[in-house]
């Protein structure tokens, strides 16, 4: 069911206007557009890394370990999910990872930068694309999945965010979210990347849990590479005018393959039922009862 965000009412219909107010949102670039104050600003992340980003995602082992790892737990915790919205899609590597490999979903997705969904548009033809702001949602009770990957840890008000996806996801099924993890490995990459925190698990358990969830799955990932992750961060702490915040993404094929093959075992393993304690990121599985 859609949510007119001007009067709150729900609302049936092939188009935006809403049936009790009569308000229809704006189209920038051919997508609605809910937050079109937001949708050319660098608020949360920089726009203009979205092309760099775009050309890197598909050949790094980081992007496509994580795709895999997104679309095991879809089919292992939601078998039988019908639709899903991904928040802050960004350039749509995650939505076309999703729709690859589970034919047949129904996928919608936002971004807050416009830019970002002129390469989503691209690469899922079929998916709904929005411009969108996540702390107002336009939808109650529409999905199976609502989801987030590496979001919500950009946005001050994360509570309202995982508010508003409680309110968009239909009773029954859940949501979807990887986030940084670990304080102590915040760097200059954070600074960069216009994160506002990395999370603990106990962090992201509680708010997930007040937002009225039930926590399913909770693991770290990006374990087995922990430790060359801290290494890494620890000789880029130093902030400096010429810091490449996408320097990360670009590395030798060779290497590429080795780390991709150990998150590949790494996967294995969280696919058997283990549970890491540690790693450089945190996947979160939770249901709305």
């Known amino acids: 069911m859609k949510r007119c965000l001007r009067?709150?009412?729900?609302f049936h219909g092939e188009d935006w206007r809403c049936t009790a107010c009569g308000y229809t949102p704006r189209t920038l670039e051919g997508f609605p557009a809910f937050a079109p104050e937001v949708a050319h600003a660098a608020e949360g992340f920089d726009p203009a890394l979205f092309a760099e980003l775009a050309r890197l995602e598909a050949r790094n082992f980081w992007f496509r370990g994580r795709n895999r790892l997104?679309?095991?737990?879809?089919?292992?915790?939601?078998?039988?999910?019908?639709?899903?919205l991904e928040i802050g899609c960004g350039t749509g590597f995650v939505m076309a990872g999703i729709a690859g490999a589970i034919p047949g979903i129904s996928i919608a997705a936002s971004e807050a930068h416009v830019?970002?969904?002129?390469?989503?548009?691209?690469?899922?033809h079929g998916a709904r694309l929005m411009q969108m702001d996540a702390r107002a949602i336009p939808f109650t009770a529409e999905f199976d999945v609502v989801a987030a990957f590496d979001v919500i840890e950009h946005?001050?008000?994360?509570?309202?965010?995982?508010?508003?996806?409680?309110?968009?996801?239909?009773p029954g099924g859940g949501i979807l979210l990887t986030v940084p993890q670990h304080p102590w490995l915040w760097s200059e990459f954070d600074v960069?990347?216009?994160?506002v925190r990395r999370y603990t698990a106990r962090e992201l358990r509680a708010k997930v849990l007040a937002a009225?969830?039930?926590?399913?799955?909770?693991?770290?990932?990006?374990?087995?590479?922990?430790?060359?992750?801290?290494?890494?961060r620890l000789a880029r702490r130093a902030p400096g005018a010429?810091?490449?915040?996408?320097?990360?993404?670009?590395?030798?094929?060779?290497?590429?393959?080795?780390?991709?093959?150990?998150l590949a075992c790494e996967r294995g393993l969280i696919r058997a039922g283990l549970g890491f304690p540690a790693g450089g990121s945190l996947l979160l599985v939770a249901r709305r009862p």
Request: aromatic share 8%; net charge positive; with cysteine.
């Open 192 to 195: 960069r990347a216009r994160h």
């Open 242 to 262: 010429d810091y490449d915040a996408l320097a990360e993404l670009r590395m030798a094929g060779w290497l590429n393959a080795i780390l991709g093959a150990i």
């Open 155 to 170: 946005i001050e008000d994360d509570r309202v965010v995982l508010c508003e996806m409680h309110r968009a996801v239909r």
């Open 7 to 10: 009067c709150e009412a729900s």
């Open 70 to 84: 997104i679309a095991w737990a879809l089919r292992r915790y939601f078998a039988h999910a019908q639709s899903l």
């Open 115 to 124: 830019s970002g969904l002129r390469f989503a548009a691209q690469r899922v």
């Open 212 to 232: 009225g969830f039930e926590i399913v799955r909770l693991t770290s990932f990006v374990s087995l590479l922990l430790p060359l992750m801290v290494l890494s």
